[in-house]
């Protein structure tokens, strides 16, 4: 059975600072990947998604890499930002497009 | 930007009632989804639903549950009797088609039962 682990599960930087979150699964047959924001009582926004035969992926100041062969996945955030404080998730794809979740990185940017 | 749209964005309700929540997928896509995300838990697949039938579901989702794609835009869950534990955030998703492309979430209903 897949698992999605995500660590750390809460990270506090200073505003300006570059932070890694860090997501690992245990099952390499996946499909893609798909990162996701979620602000608090609110829904899932995506952020990236990276096909399995990629290994990185860019938009913004959000870079977010893939090794399917060790199961990990990064996230990049660079220059972070008060706005960028929320919980991140990552996904992985399953046959038939299911997605399995990691609990989420709670990141809190501080001004 | 087309997106998902859910109503309502909260529901209250009495244990053992029946409720049914309501997603309007984009229009073009062909697959959809329902997940579930209790309160401090992880996201939970239920159920994907393609051509007007399930594909797959969860063992969360047991006879309790059904999904209808009633006129061709809407897309629902169905909790027939609710239980205390059916408390949670509800999304809908929508995906185009089968190469794993992005999936696009619906905000959410925040379902509370007392």
């Known amino acids: 059975k897949q698992e999605v682990t995500q660590i750390p599960a809460a990270l506090s930087v200073p505003e300006g600072e570059n932070l890694v979150l860090n997501c690992s699964f245990t099952?390499?047959?996946?499909?893609?990947l798909q990162w996701f924001r979620q602000d608090p009582g609110k829904g899932l926004t995506s952020l990236l998604l990276?096909?399995?035969?990629?290994r990185e992926q860019t938009s913004g100041r959000l870079n977010a890499s893939l090794d399917k062969s060790s199961g990990r996945s990064t996230l990049y955030i660079a220059a972070s930002q008060p706005g960028d404080s929320a919980t991140y998730l990552c996904?992985?794809?399953?046959?038939?497009?299911?997605?399995?979740f990691g609990a989420g990185t709670i990141l809190r940017v501080k001004s | 930007e087309p997106e998902v749209t859910q109503t309502p964005s909260h529901q209250v309700t009495q244990m053992g009632q029946e409720v049914i929540l309501r997603c309007v997928p984009i229009?073009?896509?062909?697959?959809f989804y329902w997940y579930r995300q209790i309160l401090g838990q992880k996201v939970e697949f239920l159920v994907s639903?393609?051509?007007?039938?399930?594909?797959?579901k969860s063992e969360i989702f047991d006879d309790q549950f059904s999904v209808e794609r009633p006129d061709g835009s809407n897309f629902t869950l169905k909790i027939r009797s609710t239980k205390l534990e059916d408390s949670a955030m509800y999304f809908c998703?929508?995906?185009?088609?089968?190469?794993?492309?992005?999936?696009?979430f619906g905000p959410g209903t925040r379902l509370t039962v007392l």
């Open positions: 229009s073009n896509h062909l697959y």
């Open positions: 639903f393609y051509n007007n039938e399930i594909s797959e």
């Open positions: 996904a992985v794809f399953l046959y038939g497009n299911k997605l399995v």
């Open positions: 990276i096909q399995s035969s990629q």
């Open positions: 998703a929508s995906f185009r088609d089968s190469t794993y492309n992005e999936q696009f």
């Open positions: 099952d390499s047959a996946i499909y893609n």
